[in-house]
């Protein structure tokens, strides 16, 4: 059994509530079910996390990384402007690696929304699949987690 680490950058904690037209009524609560029922499936389990400061997530990367704890995130804003965090993925990408997820189709938004720092070393990206993207990132990662076993 493996701990699959779930990291949320800033304003997902208003998930259900900011902009439901983008983002649907789905809250943070209800993804932490969805991911940890899957997780389960796969005889893992997931720990969520959600913070607005940049620090902090990236303590918790380098706590991951320590740990050689896959990662999934959804990194928020952070996404287009954080060199910082993407030099702590990096870390991980080389070991446990991870799967970034978007809730919207950032591709069809704003132009700004269309580069990501994170993708380049992802191990995977979902985008656009709704709050489902972190169900579908769980289980990549269990998948991923058993070929390493082989």
Not at 21 to 41: F, S
Not at 82 to 87: G, K
Not at 97 to 113: D, Q
Not at 116 to 139: K, M, N, Q
Request: net charge negative.
């Amino acid at each position: 059994m493996a701990e699959i680490l779930c990291l949320n950058g800033p304003n997902l904690d208003r998930l259900g509530k900011r902009q439901p037209e983008v983002y649907g009524h789905t809250t943070l609560a209800d993804v932490q079910q969805l991911m940890e029922k899957e997780a389960n499936r796969h005889g893992h389990t997931v720990v969520l996390k959600q913070s607005n400061h940049e620090g902090e997530l990236i303590d918790w990367v380098h706590a991951a990384a320590d740990a050689g704890t896959p990662i999934i995130i959804n990194p928020g804003g952070l996404t287009h402007t954080s060199v910082a965090l993407r030099d702590a993925l990096a870390e991980i990408a080389d070991g446990a690696g991870f799967v970034e997820v978007h809730i919207s189709n950032v591709h069809a938004r704003e132009a700004f929304r269309h580069t990501s720092l994170l993708s380049p070393i992802a191990a995977g990206i979902i985008v656009g699949a709704g709050t489902d993207g972190y169900v579908l990132a769980v289980h990549a990662t269990a998948l991923r987690l058993a070929a390493d076993r082989k």
